[in-house]
């Protein structure tokens, strides 16, 4: 499936939650994104469809995860997105590093870089770029 060096056999491994904020019905490629993360060695919770924020907040510290990754599809982006990292602050778990990725035009990735997201992956980024930089960004925390 992809050829970028894999986490597998490394123990302690990061978790990453993978979420689908919003009202977006369409989970594919987060299941896509989720499986191919776990084949690289990392422990991947999926959360399933129609997360709050708060939602993803709370799933995030009960499976004590390294990162979350979230998938939109609905244009909610702008809202979503910053709204899933003021709930992981208002929780504690502002060290938890947020990436997402999804139908999300060119023009609003660097304000949701702002934001506090740290990758936004364009629309047909390939599993070898999100391994790649989750392998480099995703480290356990203490």
């Known amino acids: 499936m992809h050829s970028e060096p894999s986490r597998q056999g490394l123990a302690p491994r990061p978790r990453v939650l993978v979420a689908k904020p919003g009202l977006d019905g369409h989970d594919r490629g987060a ?16 959360t399933g469809l129609h997360q709050t924020p708060d939602m993803i907040a709370s799933a995030a510290i009960q499976e004590d995860v390294d990162a979350v990754g979230l998938s939109i599809m609905s244009g909610a982006h702008n809202t979503l997105f910053p709204a899933v990292i003021e709930a992981l ?27 506090g997201v740290s990758k936004v992956f364009k629309p047909g980024a390939t599993l070898d770029e999100i391994i790649e930089w989750a392998n480099l960004h995703i480290v356990l925390r203490e």
């Open 31 to 46: 299941k896509i994104v989720a499986r191919a993360l776990r084949d690289a060695g990392f422990e991947v919770v999926y």
């Open 89 to 115: 602050q208002r929780a504690g778990a502002d060290r938890v590093l947020v990436f997402g990725g999804g139908i999300v035009p060119e023009g609003d990735m660097a304000g949701l870089e702002r934001a």
